[in-house]
């Protein structure tokens, strides 16, 4: 259980307690790569609104730094939690390095401070190898890429370090380095060491002993760094208050913290305590029947906004009950798409380093069908209750009934002819082998609950049927399965589509049968086509895979799907994932159902695609190049990426876009001279041009504006119309009609290319 304790979102059941030390040296053995975290008050306050930065934090090895982390973690793990400072932390990793002939990396930090560190470890370590790496500027784009030198990870990994420390400041750096970590391969344990570094530079000096063994280091840094004073004022004042109020207040208008507790139902013991009183838990239970849908991507979404916007725990729970409809390898296509898009999880089914099936998590089996036995027992605790009974009816009965009510134009359901056997007609049945369900006995009356978006939803039970809950062959029902689960799993908002709202009132009975607190219900409006059908693979594509087939980004995505049903200012249609986060309120969502508008994916697409690097763009359009079979020098492929950005709204768009510069079609002679001009004057204007270009130098090919303007410096020199040496020059270098700029082109192809080009020009008008 102690697996959601949490705090501002972070899991500090993951905090290292009794030999941080050990288990910081242990990460250096592991088989994958690690990152260490030293979480102190400040990194805990940030982590509060910053999603990127709690999912770093909570697939990390954690350890306390700062006597307030140190306490809010014992106060609520209710056992005592030793600190290991930044500085202690990389000492234990720099002693390690001595002792095994390591190499130690300390990237970023001010001016000078890498290298002064790297000076200073190596006079005190000197069987260890420290690089020093300034790395530029890093920083958070406003898209949630990074802005930072397009080389630096491979300057890094020419050196092979095997322990990295990075100082990008709090937050940022432990971003990084969870981003970026995978890229590296020769990196065992990578650290954010922040003002650390400072220390190990001697720019900043160390807190005498006795201060630190008494918590005073803010002082000590406060006297030698005024500047700090709103840093240190949140960790040694705000943190504390918050932190004492997110361990007591009680969460969303659930049962208050004195009336909960375990209690016994039946012979269950059903967990009614979260651990974290004020967690929020959410969950996306898709079925495994095939590819992750876009409507099923926006549910997924919206409750990882909720959770992560309040720190709360977003749980993956496969849904499997209907064993006709299961897809081999949909589980696993299921967590590969979440993957792909961003939207991490903190409990449910995960694929190991082999790609097998594995879980995280205290509250499994996230299999539904590994539940059955919970489930068959919560089934027993309703037919002792007499909430339930036992149905024998065969299907040709209940066809039969179906169609007298239908005929009498009367509300299908089913007319409990089952329900008044008494328990030795039961016997007797079961005991001859007659197949049964188990159904719900719906109690008389009205059933309300309260719609988080829709708001109050009242209905008279005479209009629901006996849901069945348990099938002939053992399995559950969704719904005794979906509410048997979400209470095991503590989920506090069920939050899905408006499709599942007539089966809202059968499981707000089922909660008050068990005697369970009811959860927050909020159902999504459906997502609609063009013509406002409900979506179809029967009108294009739904599946997420094959958007992201197509060249649309995840990133993208995620914004177009997220404003399907709300937009957090209404101001704005590009919203970084932080943004949508921090917007996102379930009254905010709309009611009426949203339309699939795929000119507006296209542009949104288009706006993200131009927002990356060059680089970025080159690296992402790579596997499209490589599946049509074309093979592109990295250099070219970014100058290509440069110019098209601008024009593309997918990434497969790359494909053809590169053929301009890598293929000269074919072409006639005519398509060369321009509008009124004739063959001659176009002829005499590529010879003209050509001398020019050959004379510039392989600098002038250095950008595209430096091109440019000595092609019409030159033009306007000699008088002439630009379209009648713009033109053949664009043709020449294309073979196109439609193409980049001749200046664009000419850049990429560079000098001699392009000087081959217009000879064959030249060639063609003079034959």
Request: charged share 25%; proline share 5%.
């Given at each position: 259980?102690?697996?959601?304790?949490?705090?501002?979102?972070?899991?500090?059941?993951?905090?290292?307690?009794?030999?941080?030390?050990?288990?910081?040296?242990?990460?250096?053995?592991?088989?994958?790569?690690?990152?260490?975290?030293?979480?102190?008050?400040?990194m805990a306050l940030e982590a509060r609104h910053d999603a990127r930065l709690r999912a770093a934090i909570n697939k990390a090895v954690v350890v306390a730094d700062g006597i307030g982390v140190r306490w809010a973690t014992t106060l609520r793990l209710g056992r005592p939690v030793e600190r290991l400072t930044g500085v202690e932390t990389l000492d234990v990793l720099m002693r390690e390095a001595d002792a095994r002939g390591l190499s130690v990396m300390f990237l970023g930090g001010r001016e000078g401070e890498a290298r002064n560190a790297a000076r200073?470890?190596?006079?005190?370590?000197?069987?260890?190898?420290?690089?020093?790496?300034?790395?530029?500027?890093?920083?958070?784009?406003?898209?949630?890429?990074?802005?930072?030198?397009?080389?630096?990870?491979?300057?890094?990994?020419?050196?092979?370090?095997?322990?990295?420390?990075?100082?990008?400041?709090?937050?940022?750096?432990?971003?990084?380095?969870?981003?970026?970590?995978?890229?590296?391969?020769?990196?065992?344990?990578?650290?954010?060491?922040?003002?650390?570094?400072?220390?190990?530079?001697?720019?900043?000096?160390?807190?005498?002993?006795?201060?630190?063994?008494?918590?005073?280091?803010?002082?000590?840094?406060?006297?030698?760094?005024?500047?700090?004073?709103?840093?240190?004022?949140?960790?040694?004042?705000?943190?504390?208050?918050?932190?004492?109020?997110?361990?007591?207040?009680?969460?969303?208008?659930?049962?208050?913290?004195?009336?909960?507790?375990?209690?016994?139902?039946?012979?269950?013991?059903?967990?009614?305590?979260?651990?974290?009183?004020?967690?929020?838990?959410?969950?996306?239970?898709?079925?495994?029947?095939?590819?992750?849908?876009?409507?099923?991507?926006?549910?997924?979404?919206?409750?990882?906004?909720?959770?992560?916007?309040?720190?709360?725990?977003?749980?993956?729970?496969?849904?499997?009950?209907?064993?006709?409809?299961?897809?081999?390898?949909?589980?696993?296509?299921?967590?590969?798409?979440?993957?792909?898009?961003g939207l991490d999880y903190d409990e449910g089914p995960v694929l190991d380093s082999g790609g097998k099936l594995a879980e995280k998590g205290t509250h499994g089996p996230y299999i539904q069908s590994q539940r059955k036995a919970l489930h068959e027992e919560h089934a027993r605790?309703?037919?002792?209750?007499?909430?339930?009974?036992?149905?024998?009816?065969?299907?040709?009965?209940?066809?039969?009934?179906?169609?007298?009510?239908?005929?009498?134009?009367?509300?299908?359901?089913?007319?409990?002819?089952?329900?008044?056997?008494?328990?030795?007609?039961?016997?007797?049945?079961?005991?001859?082998?007659?197949?049964?369900?188990?159904?719900?006995?719906?109690?008389?009356?009205?059933?309300?609950?309260?719609?988080?978006?829709?708001?109050?939803?009242?209905?008279?039970?005479?209009?629901?049927?006996?849901?069945?809950?348990?099938?002939?062959?053992?399995?559950?029902?969704?719904?005794?399965?979906?509410?048997?689960?979400?209470?095991?799993?503590?989920?506090?908002?069920?939050?899905?589509?408006?499709?599942?709202?007539?089966?809202?009132?059968?499981?707000?009975?089922?909660?008050?049968?068990?005697?369970?607190?009811?959860?927050?219900?909020?159902?999504?409006?459906?997502?609609?086509?063009?013509?406002?059908?409900?979506?179809?693979?029967?009108?294009?594509?739904?599946?997420?895979?094959?958007?992201?087939?197509?060249?649309?980004?995840?990133?993208?995505?995620?914004?177009?799907?997220?404003?399907?049903?709300?937009?957090?200012?209404?101001?704005?249609?590009?919203?970084?994932?932080?943004?949508?986060?921090?917007?996102?309120?379930?009254?905010?969502?709309?009611?009426?159902?949203?339309?699939?508008?795929?000119?507006?994916?296209?542009?949104?697409?288009?706006?993200?695609?131009?927002?990356?690097?060059?680089?970025?763009?080159?690296?992402?359009?790579?596997?499209?190049?490589?599946?049509?079979?074309?093979?592109?020098?990295?250099?070219?492929?970014?100058?290509?990426?440069?110019?098209?950005?601008?024009?593309?709204?997918?990434?497969?768009?790359?494909?053809?876009?590169?053929?301009?510069?890598?293929?000269?079609?074919?072409?006639?002679?005519?398509?060369?001279?321009?509008?009124?001009?004739?063959?001659?004057?176009?002829?005499?204007?590529?010879?003209?041009?050509?001398?020019?270009?050959?004379?510039?130098?392989?600098?002038?090919?250095?950008?595209?504006?430096?091109?440019?303007?000595?092609?019409?410096?030159?033009?306007?020199?000699?008088?002439?119309?630009?379209?009648?040496?713009?033109?053949?020059?664009?043709?020449?270098?294309?073979?196109?009609?439609?193409?980049?700029?001749?200046?664009?082109?000419?850049?990429?192809?560079?000098?001699?290319?392009?000087?081959?080009?217009?000879?064959?020009?030249?060639?063609?008008?003079?034959?």
């Amino acid at each position: 259980m102690m697996g959601r304790m949490k705090l501002f979102g972070i899991e500090i059941s993951r905090i290292s307690a009794n030999d941080p030390s050990g288990d910081v040296l242990r990460s250096l053995d592991g088989d994958r790569p690690s990152q260490v975290v030293t979480l102190n008050p400040e990194m805990a306050l940030e982590a509060r609104h910053d999603a990127r930065l709690r999912a770093a934090i909570n697939k990390a090895v954690v350890v306390a730094d700062g006597i307030g982390v140190r306490w809010a973690t014992t106060l609520r793990l209710g056992r005592p939690v030793e600190r290991l400072t930044g500085v202690e932390t990389l000492d234990v990793l720099m002693r390690e390095a001595d002792a095994r002939g390591l190499s130690v990396m300390f990237l970023g930090g001010r001016e000078g401070e890498a290298r002064n560190a790297a000076r200073e470890a190596a006079a005190r370590f000197p069987h260890a190898r420290f690089i020093a790496e300034g790395g530029g500027r890093v920083a958070l784009r406003p898209d949630g890429s990074w802005d930072m030198p397009v080389d630096l990870i491979e300057r890094m990994n020419a050196e092979k370090p095997e322990i990295l420390a990075v100082a990008f400041g709090h937050g940022k750096q432990e971003t990084w380095i969870a981003d970026h970590l995978p890229q590296m391969p020769s990196v065992r344990v990578a650290l954010g060491v922040g003002g650390t570094l400072a220390f190990l530079s001697g720019r900043v000096r160390r807190a005498p002993q006795r201060m630190r063994k008494m918590g005073l280091e803010w002082l000590w840094r406060l006297i030698q760094e005024p500047h700090r004073l709103g840093r240190i004022f949140n960790a040694t004042i705000v943190f504390p208050i918050l932190a004492t109020w997110d361990s007591i207040r009680p969460s969303d208008g659930h049962s208050s913290v004195a009336s909960r507790g375990l209690r016994p139902l039946g012979s269950i013991r059903i967990p009614i305590l979260r651990p974290s009183m004020n967690t929020i838990v959410t969950r996306f239970p898709p079925s495994p029947t095939g590819y992750l849908h876009i409507g099923g991507l926006r549910t997924a979404l919206y409750n990882w906004l909720y959770a992560r916007k309040h720190g709360g725990t977003f749980v993956l729970r496969i849904e499997d009950t209907d064993r006709e409809r299961l897809v081999p390898g949909a589980v696993e296509s299921l967590i590969r798409a979440l993957d792909a898009v961003g939207l991490d999880y903190d409990e449910g089914p995960v694929l190991d380093s082999g790609g097998k099936l594995a879980e995280k998590g205290t509250h499994g089996p996230y299999i539904q069908s590994q539940r059955k036995a919970l489930h068959e027992e919560h089934a027993r605790v309703l037919l002792e209750k007499g909430m339930a009974y036992r149905c024998f009816c065969s299907k040709e009965r209940l066809d039969a009934l179906r169609k007298q009510q239908e005929l009498a134009k009367r509300n299908t359901k089913y007319d409990r002819h089952c329900a008044s056997l008494s328990p030795q007609e039961i016997e007797q049945k079961m005991s001859a082998g007659e197949p049964s369900v188990i159904r719900l006995k719906i109690p008389a009356g009205k059933t309300a609950f309260d719609d988080a978006i829709r708001g109050r939803i009242e209905i008279d039970t005479q209009e629901l049927d006996d849901q069945v809950l348990v099938k002939s062959d053992g399995f559950p029902t969704y719904h005794l399965a979906n509410v048997v689960d979400d209470h095991l799993m503590e989920v506090t908002h069920v939050i899905r589509g408006e499709e599942w709202i007539s089966s809202a009132p059968k499981h707000v009975i089922l909660y008050q049968a068990f005697g369970w607190d009811v959860p927050v219900f909020a159902h999504l409006p459906l997502i609609l086509n063009a013509d406002r059908s409900k979506l179809s693979k029967r009108q294009g594509d739904v599946a997420v895979e094959d958007y992201l087939e197509k060249g649309y980004l995840p990133e993208a995505l995620v914004n177009f799907v997220a404003l399907m049903g709300f937009n957090p200012s209404g101001d704005k249609e590009i919203y970084t994932r932080e943004e949508l986060m921090n917007g996102f309120d379930l009254p905010k969502v709309n009611k009426s159902g949203a339309v699939f508008n795929l000119e507006k994916l296209d542009w949104m697409n288009g706006q993200y695609i131009r927002a990356k690097s060059p680089a970025e763009l080159a690296a992402l359009c790579v596997p499209f190049l490589e599946r049509a079979g074309k093979r592109v020098d990295p250099d070219l492929l970014q100058k290509m990426c440069s110019i098209e950005r601008e024009r593309m709204t997918k990434l497969s768009d790359i494909v053809e876009a590169v053929d301009s510069f890598l293929v000269l079609s074919g072409y006639e002679a005519s398509l060369l001279v321009w509008k009124k001009s004739d063959q001659a004057d176009a002829l005499k204007n590529l010879q003209a041009i050509r001398t020019r270009i050959g004379s510039l130098s392989e600098n002038d090919f250095a950008a595209s504006a430096m091109v440019e303007g000595a092609i019409l410096k030159y033009i306007e020199e000699n008088g002439l119309q630009k379209g009648n040496v713009l033109w053949p020059l664009r043709v020449a270098l294309s073979g196109r009609s439609a193409s980049p700029s001749p200046f664009e082109l000419a850049w990429v192809l560079g000098k001699q290319e392009t000087v081959d080009r217009l000879s064959r020009a030249i060639a063609l008008l003079s034959a």
